[in-house]
């Protein structure tokens, strides 16, 4: 069996023992360059110290010989200089001369082994410091094996941790991105249903239930109902016309079109425009509005009243959410022509020549139009500001406000009309109206 060698641990305490190999290996990881270059280190330090030591006693041997032997030849010098009157005490002299080298001799020869006893001690001692520098260096090095080991533990449980709170917050961000994802899916499909609320609800019941929900409260005495007539080869969904005094001074065709998101054929809003048209023409109505649910992606469509009379005159298309905002918009619009509208179908009973008189109404309806134009661009405009955020509701405001200045513009218009600038060029009108008791009011500019 191979030689045991023993360890003692410097941390618990406890006693193990290994094989010449594993021993052999220990030393091996103890030993390492720094170590190695310290023991040379430490080990030249001695022998230089040893070798001075040496040198240094050899020296001193060397000077006290060299001294002695100084003394001698100057005792032999006197010696030889007195040869002649001390031959009698020679032999005596020579040998008390000889008794003292053996003195000198056995005390040099007591130095020496002295010193060399010294130089013994001091080799014991530096194998001694060497010994404890090793075993000091061996605990360092344990001692820093075992940090590492700590270290590479706490490194490898922080990057477990880390790994852990990466999947953690990987998961969460995944699972708050699905739920953000059904929200915006949710939001698309709400915005391009919009106010159709209940399923398997059509675009025109829902239409006709908007309007009834204010038919007694704000149009009490309009006409809303289904267009059934299809005498012209085409008809439309449904036909507005509301009266004041028995006058109608508003009418409106609308055509509501819906799709079903299964639909292959997608149909975009334009494919109506002509159809549209030329149903309100046939029914004689003033506007046409196209409710549409149609591309429910499209920007344009999305913000609000879009007017399309670009395309074809005084001709919108709108949301479902406005399909009141656009019948209020436009009665609204129309009211102030009421009074117009009575004058014009006067003139008309008393057969009077109309044709100038009805230019300048064309006219003003032009400028009217213009105005509303403008309204109804600071109403679409007030309408996407909604959509976008409730934090945008000032500058709905001053949108709205746009709107109500650009309607107080064209109602001063109104108010600014009178049969005295209509009549103005027209001595047939002016006499008809004369005739009629108008004078005093064409000299004032009142009585419109």
Known sequence: ????????????????????????????????????????RRTQELNRQKQAEQSALEERLKQLYTQRLGENKLAIAER??????????????????????????????????DLKNAVSQNDSKRD???MEERNKAKDVLHAQQTRIAELENQVKSAV???RLRESELKERYE????????????????????????????????????????????????????????????????????????????????????????????????????????DRNEKGCEYAVLVSLLEPESELYNEGIVDVSYRYPKMYVVRPQFFMPIVSLLTQASRKSIE?????????????????????????????????????????????EIDKSIDHLQKIKD????????????????????????????????AKFEEAGFSESMETGEGE
Request: charge should be negative.
């Open 175 to 278: 699972l708050q991105l699905k739920e953000k994802q059904t929200l915006v899916d949710f939001y698309k499909d709400m915005k391009a249903k919009l106010s159709t609320k209940m399923v398997g609800e059509s675009l025109e019941v829902h239409c006709s239930t908007e309007f009834n929900k204010v038919r007694a409260s704000m149009y009490p005495d309009a006409y809303f109902e289904k267009d059934n007539d299809a005498r012209g080869g085409s008809k439309g969904d449904f036909i507005f016309r509301d009266y004041a005094d028995g006058i109608e001074y508003v009418s409106i065709m609308f055509e509501m079109k819906n799709e079903m998101d299964e639909t292959a054929t997608k149909h975009k809003n334009e494919d109506f425009f002509a159809k549209l048209d030329k």
């Open 80 to 113: 030889d200089g007195k040869i002649e009157n001390l031959n009698r005490q020679l032999q005596e002299v020579a040998e008390n001369t000889r008794l003292q080298m053996d003195v000198v001799l056995a005390q040099k020869e007591r130095e020496i082994a």
């Open 340 to 384: 117009y509208k009575r004058q014009l179908a006067l003139a008309r009973q008393q057969s009077v020549d109309v044709t100038n008189f009805e230019n300048k109404l064309l006219e003003f309806k032009d400028k009217f139009g213009r105005n509303y134009r403008l309204a109804s661009e600071k109403f679409a405009k007030a309408i996407e």
């Open 128 to 130: 001694l410091a060497l």
């Open 399 to 430: 949108a709205l406000i746009g709107s109500e200045n650009n309607l107080r513009l064209a109602n001063d218009k109104v108010e600014d009309l009178s049969i005295k600038k209509l009549t103005r060029g027209n001595p047939t009108m002016k």
């Open 160 to 162: 477990d941790a880390a």
């Open 1 to 40: 069996m191979c030689d045991m060698k023993e360890l003692k641990c410097p941390r618990c305490g406890n006693v193990f023992s290994v094989d010449e190999a594993d021993y052999a290996l220990i030393l091996n990881q103890v030993r390492n360059s720094e170590f190695e270059a310290e023991l040379e």
